[in-house]
């Protein structure tokens, strides 16, 4: 996903680092961080499925380069120490998020984008990080049922006999949930003011 980077959000932790180093010896560690710090999010962006799942990660993963700075090796490459670190936090954001919710995988996502269409336009981002949020806020059950119908492989008849019930209420289904996630889809363009 180009051009959306995570600047806004994290401007002002990067100042914060900033003024902390200046009152300590850390003065390196808010230069490497600025240097560095696109490659990161970039790193966590693409291995978690929503922005608002990758602040977090970024600000955990900014919390821990700094308290474990000491052990940073001058001269040696931080962007790769730094991502080794958003690694190890990303591994334990999705223990975290698998106890508490459905994480969907890309393949769903890539397939919803196409099916919803227009992901390719101008705005695709922004519709991509549309369907995101609007994904995020689906019924627990809505979620399901759509993990389950868009599983590589898996047959309609199969989701219908876990769902117990028809293979026309489970189409039925989904059609109404691809409705409501296109409608709010587009809400959430016209609130950030994207035209659709």
Same mark, same amino acid.
């Given at each position: 996903?180009?051009?959306?980077?995570?600047?806004?959000?994290?401007?002002?932790?990067?100042?914060?680092?900033?003024?902390?180093?200046?009152?300590?010896?850390?003065? *390196?560690? $808010?230069?490497?961080?600025?240097?560095?710090?696109?490659?990161?999010?970039?790193?966590?962006?693409?291995?978690?499925? %929503?922005? %608002?799942?990758?602040?977090?990660?970024?600000?955990?993963?900014?919390?821990?380069?700094?308290? *474990?700075?000491?052990?940073?090796?001058? /001269? %040696?490459?931080?962007?790769?120490?730094?991502?080794?670190?958003?690694?190890?936090?990303?591994?334990?954001?999705?223990?975290?998020?698998?106890?508490?919710?459905?994480?969907?995988?890309?393949?769903?996502? +890539?397939?919803?984008?196409?099916?919803?269409? /227009?992901?390719? %336009?101008?705005?695709?981002?922004?519709?991509?990080?549309?369907?995101?949020?609007?994904? *995020?806020?689906?019924?627990?059950?809505?979620?399901?049922?759509?993990?389950?119908?868009? +599983?590589?492989?898996?047959?309609?008849?199969?989701?219908?006999?876990?769902?117990?019930?028809?293979?026309? $209420?489970?189409?039925?289904?989904?059609?109404?949930?691809?409705?409501?996630?296109?409608?709010?889809? *587009?809400?959430?363009?016209?609130?950030?003011?994207?035209?659709?």
């Amino acid at each position: 996903m180009g051009g959306v980077p995570f600047a806004q959000p994290f401007t002002p932790l990067v100042q914060q680092v900033h003024a902390m180093s200046l009152d300590s010896d850390h003065s *390196e560690f $808010a230069r490497l961080i600025a240097q560095h710090q696109r490659s990161v999010q970039g790193y966590i962006l693409a291995n978690v499925p %929503s922005w %608002s799942d990758a602040d977090e990660i970024w600000q955990e993963t900014s919390v821990r380069l700094w308290l *474990e700075f000491d052990k940073f090796e001058p /001269g %040696s490459n931080f962007s790769a120490w730094a991502i080794r670190v958003a690694h190890f936090e990303i591994l334990t954001w999705r223990k975290k998020a698998s106890r508490s919710r459905l994480i969907f995988g890309d393949d769903l996502i +890539e397939c919803l984008a196409s099916e919803q269409g /227009g992901f390719a %336009s101008p705005h695709g981002d922004e519709r991509l990080k549309a369907l995101d949020h609007c994904l *995020e806020h689906c019924p627990p059950h809505q979620r399901d049922l759509l993990s389950r119908f868009y +599983e590589p492989g898996r047959q309609v008849e199969q989701v219908a006999v876990t769902m117990k019930c028809s293979v026309d $209420a489970v189409y039925k289904s989904v059609q109404r949930i691809r409705r409501s996630l296109r409608f709010c889809i *587009e809400h959430q363009l016209q609130h950030a003011g994207v035209s659709s």
